[in-house]
């Protein structure tokens, strides 16, 4: 997990990716802005967190660039989880930019000559965040990695459809595997996947490699604990 910055120096002191802003402050700059934002999205997480990505401050915007020397080349030899990474970082940097009531303009794969640039993010207008963007923005330095089983306890009511609203609102689907059958099928399929995964030296090192012992610090990485 990415730590987060010294945002911006001031009268105030330092303000954290989750300090809310008041309403008689100066705006910010955008230099300001771009910190705050980059600030919270190093907090996205990623494939056994090697954070595979950077940022560049445009004026009044940010590029987001993935990193190929976060890739990993045994378990992601396409780049596929390690795009998967960089959305979560631009997700977390709308969030961001929401978070502070303003309208974000969003580019995803903007140049084809550089496929490492993800995005370019704009910011011109303003409109008062939602209650659900601000709800998602507190828990930002909030997650955590589950590694455990999941108890095969009933969803909650709603929880269904809230998913495939928000699918739809991001321009995705949402595909649900309900009876026996097709829940039995994908966990041999997802069970047999790991089992041909690990059995390769190559994945093994890789894995050891972002994996930290004990008492070594570093910000990327998979934490001992």
């Not at 990716?17 to 300001?32: I, K, N, Q, S, V």
């Not at 303009?105 to 209650?131: I, N």
């Not at 097709?182 to 894995?207: D, F, K, P, Y």
């Amino acid at each position: 997990m990415g730590q987060p910055a010294a945002l911006r120096e001031g009268d105030a002191g330092v303000v954290t990716p989750l300090e809310p802003r008041d309403a008689g402050r100066d705006p910010l700059t955008a230099a300001e802005v771009t910190a705050y934002v980059v600030g919270a999205a190093v907090w996205a997480p990623s494939v056994h967190n090697t954070q595979p990505w950077w940022f560049a401050a445009e004026g009044a915007g940010i590029a987001l660039y993935a990193e190929a020397g976060g890739q990993l080349t045994v378990a992601d030899p396409g780049g596929r989880e390690m795009m998967i990474s960089c959305g979560a970082a631009l997700f977390t940097a709308k969030l961001a930019l929401r978070s502070l009531g303003y309208i974000v303009d969003s580019r995803v794969l903007p140049d084809q000559a550089d496929p490492l640039l993800v995005a370019r993010l704009r910011w011109r207008r303003q409109a008062a965040p939602a209650g659900f963007e601000l709800r998602l923005f507190s828990q930002v330095t909030r997650r955590r990695t589950h590694r455990g089983w999941f108890e095969p306890l009933p969803l909650m009511p709603g929880l269904l459809a809230a998913s495939r609203q928000g699918a739809a609102r991001d321009g995705a689907a949402v595909r649900v595997a309900s009876d026996e059958g097709s829940t039995a099928a994908l966990a041999a399929v997802a069970e047999m996947a790991e089992r041909v995964q690990r059995s390769g030296s190559g994945s093994v090192r890789e894995l050891a490699a972002w994996a930290l012992p004990p008492g070594r610090m570093r910000p990327d990485g998979v934490s001992p604990r």
